[in-house]
């Protein structure tokens, strides 16, 4: 169990346009969801906390307009990279929390992105 | 502050012998959550343990276990009977308060190298 899927596992873009990635819990629900990003070879970095059915809760120094994060349901959240630049090429990863006793988080596969 | 510190960058071990990867923890919290997580090269966070603050007994879930010991604020994943794919990074975890909110803080990781 606790099973979480994320979508695309890699994607490539032009600068200046704008990407969606999705994360799915698939056998529990979530009530919230995270968002890390990680460069090469360092660690996970929380980039926002998000609840389903209202905003998401950034980290200091995290551009909530640059990364767009909605949580629509128990079971989806997606983050939009807009406008990308090259900059913004990393190891996108989502974790979804099982609500149990731990308070576990289950990651995703993660997300590579390319932006060229 | 709320801390997880990961000394070890790299590590060896020889297949089928035990290993311990160490990890020293810094909080405040009276009630907190100790994960351990492995990330082989596919980018995929895996969970494998977890040991909560007021849990007498070390956690255990096959051949992981964790050895909590409370005093020094010391929470070191072993492994048992290491085998090729136990080679990945593994990161060590804590559930701290932060702004109001839960977070996963974690530490900068180990990388592990089991030899045939």
């Known amino acids: 169990g606790a099973v979480v899927s994320q979508h695309p596992s890699w994607v490539i873009c032009k600068s200046g346009t704008s990407v969606k990635i999705e994360c799915r819990s698939l056998?529990?629900?979530?009530?919230?969801m995270f968002w890390y990003r990680q460069f090469p070879k360092q660690s996970l970095m929380l980039m926002a906390t998000s609840n389903e059915g209202s905003k998401a809760t950034y980290e200091q120094g995290v551009e909530k307009d640059k990364f767009l994060i909605n949580h629509a349901s128990l079971t989806l959240s997606t983050l939009t990279v807009t406008s990308a630049h090259p900059e913004d090429s990393s190891f996108y990863i989502c974790?979804?929390?099982?609500?149990?006793?731990?308070?576990?988080?289950?990651f995703g596969p993660g997300t590579r992105l390319t932006v060229l | 502050a709320q801390k997880i510190t990961q000394t070890q960058p790299g590590m060896f071990v020889q297949e089928k012998e035990a290993v311990t990867l160490d990890c020293t923890y810094d909080t405040s919290d009276q009630s907190y959550g100790l994960f351990w997580y492995k990330q082989p090269s596919s980018g995929e966070m895996i969970f494998l343990i977890y040991?909560?603050?007021?849990?007498?007994q070390n956690a255990t879930e096959g051949r992981y276990s964790l050895n909590f010991q409370k005093a020094r604020k010391s929470a070191n994943l072993v492994i048992s009977a290491s085998q090729l794919g136990d080679s990945a990074m593994y990161f060590c975890a804590m559930r701290g308060r932060m702004d109001s909110s839960y977070k996963l803080i974690f530490g900068s990781g180990t990388r592990l190298l089991v030899r045939p």
């Open positions: 974790s979804a929390s099982s609500g149990s006793r731990t308070d576990t988080q289950y």
């Open positions: 040991q909560g603050s007021y849990d007498e």
């Open positions: 056998d529990f629900q979530a009530t919230t």
